[in-house]
């Protein structure tokens, strides 16, 4: 298979068209969506963000989630990094560090899941999702500051996942071992913090890290035979035919298809990786796009059975936000025009619904059929990340296309 | 205040209207609801009984969750001993209290949540409903068979849940201690397991176990001054001004009202009881009937802030059930007529949406606007209980006014 890369693709890409997304997506970014959380959220009294608010900005909560304090903390220092120097980004990326830092660990190094204003420990939960956005926080962070402590620090806590993430470290299991499960969420989450980390302090553990969480990906979550990523398997990568094993998150496969396609971007092309994330990105907008409404679904059943959690067929905020990436990603890498239309259809289907034309940013739970379901911006599972991110991400990805096309 | 109950209201009320629920309700629990269930539910193979099951019955996961597998039980023994003395129902009872007792306890006694279909363990909680609904399982099955040692183990768990929920034995909480928060949910489950325990076996502990839990109910959950039932409190009562402390469950507190009725049913109308019943249902039925669609909402935020759980608006079978009982309850008990009209709006409602008119029984999962959102009938959380208590319930209710009438 021709290896692809931008570089390949650019004669065949409409020029037109990705020079207006790109005007786009930084417009949103830094017009609309940035705005809307900063500076407010800083809270300059008790450290870390505020970020649970209404849809007009209004606080509805002053608790504050960690792994969502992590994100905050990333993003504002790999802006610094990535776009502007701006001071008041680097600000405000230490303010988060530091809450982090101070409040968010217990005696034994275990990070929080919920804390409330002033940092006293709300919920301890058996994931380690704050200690990964921790790490990817502390790292943007150090080489924003310049400060080798700091990469130590974040160093540490990456060693601490890749504990969590092979079983070398246990965290207290929620099932009996009556029938062993695993989910794609650790190597995906695993293959994004290893990419940040090598992207910001570099660590010599990274490309083995994001090497093995592919493999294992596509040895034992995609399935070729049924066009399909499984969201739970057994060890060995069996299709679990009970409730919990046959349900799919569309969403959050594409994620971790546009996260191998930054692999196979950063791998100067590697055929085979793209291929596999177009592949997932595929079979999951094959089971995941709703034919009726548009937009990504939020779960499916592999066999097409009911789903057993309630809100399986609204339609979130952020499964939209990695279509978005994963689209763009796949278009601008292979040219096929296929990812071009698909772009179109959730970038239109996602602005059209999900954003909030009068205070900016996006509402982020809608009905199946695209009318608001509530108003808040922030809680505990949403605040500035996905949306952030993938505009500041498709940002990127055009502005290296402009500069190659120049 | 004027003592009232059904013999004081005969009266005054639509005793045409009466009948003719009697009837409907007698007949969808019978012609309807129960055929859907039984006899296949019954697994001879294993034990126990296979509820996980689509709209027209077939089997979706063989899994078994202990709470429902304990509702069945009761279902089917209460049945026995208060409808008609059927042998079917009888062993079909029979076959649910050996699985529970064989299989659903682990080596500390302490009860399982998630079984597969062999009883072999999936999941723990940390939760004491389990035990709730073994224990009226066992005390209606002791009942129907006649078996003084299934009756002491009916007494044996009604003292661990009594443990559990004073405090006496404790489970691992799932929140720090910082903001000490507090759940109708526990002086709920144990009025209505010490009520189910009075009505098969007794035991000198039930009264007392009703009368304090309805008084913490009144003292720290039943806000007068902005008429509502919160879900959540501070140990004392206090409203705990977060996302999940303002979160109300309309339909859970409407549930809490009709076991208060029931007492105040069983006390001969006490009139603070009928009272206090007839308060908490017409908050709560302000705060959770959607005046748009019709049908009780899933949760609603005490000052109308966006609530986080995904599902808030959309419309679950059981609130229906909750709400279609307590508004009967409340119209017989008092005679006033504004039950009665929320008993027509809420029965027409409910039977309009969610019952399968080609399969029998009825979906669990409506959209806000009324449509289905999936269409399993059995998971781990839906089963042959809240619909059948309900018709059962209101069945029996409806035969005593009939019975004093002639």
Chains 1, 2 share one sequence.
Not at 103 to 128: S, T, W
Not at 157 to 169: Q, S
Not at 305 to 329: C, G, H, R, S
Request: net charge negative; proline share 4%; hydrophobic share 40%.
């Amino acid at each position: 298979m021709k290896q692809t890369n931008i570089k390949d693709t650019t004669e065949i890409l409409d020029a037109a068209y990705l020079k207006e997304l790109e005007v786009f997506y930084s417009d949103k970014l830094l017009e609309d969506t940035l705005p809307f959380w900063f500076p407010r959220s800083i809270d300059h009294e008790c450290g870390g963000y505020l970020f649970m608010r209404d849809q007009e900005g209004t606080l509805i909560d002053t608790d504050k989630a960690v792994w969502i304090q992590g994100r905050a903390c990333w993003l504002l220092a790999t802006l610094y990094n990535t776009v502007e120097q701006k001071e008041e980004w680097l600000e405000a990326a230490r303010i988060g560090y530091e809450f982090l830092k101070k409040y968010c660990f217990d005696a034994n190094g275990k990070m929080y899941f919920h804390v409330d204003r002033q940092g006293n420990p709300i919920r301890m939960r058996r994931y380690f999702f704050s200690e990964t956005f921790a790490a990817i926080a502390f790292a943007a962070y150090a080489k924003a500051a310049g400060d080798l402590n700091i990469a130590a620090e974040a160093r540490h806590l990456f060693g601490i996942c890749i504990d969590y993430a092979n079983g070398a470290k246990l965290i207290e299991p929620k099932y009996e071992p009556t029938r062993p499960m695993k989910g794609i969420g650790v190597p995906m989450i695993m293959i994004n913090t290893a990419q940040q980390i090598r992207e910001t302090i570099n660590d010599p553990r990274c490309d083995q890290v994001i090497s093995s969480c592919i493999a294992e990906i596509e040895k034992d979550f995609v399935k070729d035979d049924i066009r399909c990523v499984m969201e739970q398997v057994g060890p060995q990568g069996e299709i679990i035919d009970h409730i919990d094993g046959r349900t799919l998150n569309p969403g959050h496969a594409i994620e971790g298809a546009w996260f191998i396609l930054h692999e196979a971007r950063y791998r100067n092309g590697d055929p085979d990786l793209v291929d596999l994330g177009c592949r997932m990105l595929d079979y999951m907008w094959e089971r995941g796009w709703d034919k009726e409404y548009g937009g990504i679904l939020y779960f499916k059943d592999v066999y097409n059975k009911p789903v057993q959690e309630y809100w399986q067929d609204m339609k979130f905020w952020w499964p939209q936000n990695e279509t978005i990436i994963a689209t763009l990603l796949a278009y601008v890498m292979t040219g096929d025009p296929k990812y071009k239309h698909w772009h179109q259809q959730i970038n239109q289907y996602a602005y059209d619904h999900f954003h909030d034309k009068t205070n900016g940013e996006w509402f982020g739970y809608l009905h199946r059929d695209g009318t608001i379901a509530q108003t808040a911006k922030g809680n505990l599972f949403k605040g500035p990340f996905h949306l952030p991110r993938q505009e500041w991400y498709c940002m990127q990805v055009l502005k290296e296309f402009s500069s190659i096309k120049l």
